[in-house]
């Protein structure tokens, strides 16, 4: 993946040259009004500055993670990060064991920084790719007020072999779009993101299906569910399956602007996934999902089993009058919670 940036240009403030001013029966001639410029853009974070800041978040997160202490998560997490993290250290708690947390990389091999002066701010990072080989991943993070300190917001694996879309160097920053924005970009990164949350759910009976590509995480839940009815007495328990999401509009959403016009977008998707067998029938948490049995605990096991799961999604939106669709680059989905109703 390419992730360079190409310095953008700045407007540079130079001596006026001295105008000759004729004298033609008396009268002056007049002098050409000069257009007003724009002012000079810049990052309002150095790489330096993020640097620390990313430092700093790693050093929390990885002490709150290792003391399974939720509650010192608050420091430098905030929105979906947050939730997740206290999930996984409530399951970490459980199994005695941080093999469900999941290992957040922050040593970055790229940032985009921010050129709003005004709060709330955002930044985003590429992580370097793991020692296994696997995808790297997407942080956002925040900064709420001017005194306050920046937190990760959340997280998404980037998809195997996608390429990001350029952002602006980091000397010039890149600006921030509005949530409510759908003016300069294809679809408001708000309605992008509950776009996306109404194909996981209605899948081609969507009315956006047309306009969002297909993609890796669609077909892993398409997979999920198929291989769910193929299970043995599926058929003779009259068993049902179905999976619903919807946007965690408490999260919001974060979106910074590419160099074409169009912007990234990470959001928050609240998804739950009911497996429902007849009346005398069991549906015990599974064996192999190691999550949702702890998060199941002792509960008695009924005929219905739920498991709610965060996702965070990092989608392309294009920019007006784009005939491209809205792509899916990452995500995260992690189980928040199992019940038996």
Known sequence: MTYRR??????????????????LAGCAQELPVPEAQPAVVGAVVTEEQEKTIISRVAESVEAATKERDADALGDRMTGPAKVLRTSQIEVAKQLKSDEQVTDLLMTMQSVTLPSDPEWPRVSLAVSTQPKDLTPPTLYAFQQASARADYKLWGWADLLPGVTLPQFASTDAGAEEVAADDG??????????VAAYADVLSEEKDSKFAKRIEDDDFRDFLAKQESAQVKADGWEKSEGKYSFSARPDQDAGVQAMRTVDGGAIVMGAINSSQVIQLQD???????????????????????????????????????????????RLVGFEHIAVSATNE
């Open 6 to 23: 190409t310095t953008a240009r700045r407007v540079s403030a130079a001596a006026a040259p001295l105008l000759a001013v004729g004298l």
């Open 183 to 192: 003016d300069s970009l294809a679809m408001s990164p708000t309605k992008a």
């Open 280 to 326: 005398k029938a069991e549906a015990p948490p599974s064996d192999g999902f190691v999550t949702q049995k702890a998060l199941f605990g002792s509960q008695d096991v009924t005929n219905v089993l739920r498991t709610k799961y965060m996702d965070i999604v990092a989608l392309y939106v294009p920019p007006a009058g784009s005939e491209e669709n809205l």
